[in-house]
């Protein structure tokens, strides 16, 4: 079994509608979740951390947290072309290295 | 503040071959990760340096594979003598701290990465 399983798509969505991309990971005692965007051939970019049950917001952008579930979410509204890109589910180990597991990640499409 | 850079950005070898690859983290975060991504496979972590110091090599595919980091600053992994299956793009990252407490925070900026293939 995957440390953090993503759906690979491709997702598709037209250009302001709301993009859900979900993530699940397998240890219990992980901490800490991030999403990453990554456009193609280049750096995987920090675009949200969240560490608590619940939701964040920022901006466009909404990760949701069920730590019960062992599930994250990001949500991203109005979407534009500029979204289009890979996006990377992180997650700390239960260790306190902070070793980050990632999924192998969703690509986004959004048509205009 | 500049980011994490990565050099070189792209290296082809043939097996046999030594390569250098080094990272330049962002001033100040004494934590540095390497990870790798080979093909169709998701980003997996190498090892975690804590200033000059290995605190998790756990990741180190074999002993073809020697990171340092001298100083505490920039790190370089060597990889002597590579083989077909080292191919694929190395990351780096840093952080400033491994947990999250006040002021400070484990996020993790990643570098452009290097691209390497191995013939």
């Known amino acids: 079994q995957k440390e953090v399983e993503q759906n690979s798509g491709p997702l598709s969505v037209p250009e302001g509608a709301i993009a859900s991309l979900n993530c699940t990971y397998s240890d219990r005692g992980s901490q800490s979740f991030f999403w990453y965007r990554q456009y193609s051939g280049k750096s995987p970019e920090l675009i949200m951390s969240?560490?608590?049950?619940g939701d964040k917001e920022d901006g466009r952008f909404t990760a949701q947290l069920n730590k019960a579930s062992q599930y994250v979410s990001l949500l991203i509204r109005d979407s534009q072309p500029s979204d289009s890109a890979t996006y990377l589910c992180a997650v700390t180990g239960p260790n306190t290295g902070n070793q980050f597991y990632f999924g192998t990640g969703t690509s986004l499409t959004v048509i205009p | 503040e500049a980011g994490v850079t990565q050099f070189p950005s792209h290296s082809v070898i043939e097996k046999g071959q030594t390569v250098t690859l080094r990272c330049d983290p962002i001033?100040?975060?004494?934590?540095l990760y390497w990870y790798r991504r080979v093909m169709g496979k998701e980003i997996k972590f190498l090892l975690h340096?804590?200033?000059?110091?290995?605190?998790?090599e756990s990741g180190m595919p074999n002993n073809r594979f020697l990171a340092e980091r001298t100083g505490g600053t920039y790190s370089t992994l060597k990889v002597q003598p590579a083989e077909l299956e080292d191919s694929g793009v190395y990351f780096c990252?840093?952080?400033?701290?491994?947990?999250?407490?006040?002021?400070?925070?484990?996020?993790?900026?990643f570098g452009p990465g290097t691209r390497l293939t191995v013939l």
């Open positions: 001033s100040g975060h004494d934590n």
């Open positions: 340096f804590v200033k000059e110091s290995k605190q998790d």
């Open positions: 969240i560490y608590s049950n």
């Open positions: 990252a840093s952080s400033q701290a491994t947990v999250r407490t006040s002021g400070r925070n484990n996020e993790q900026f």
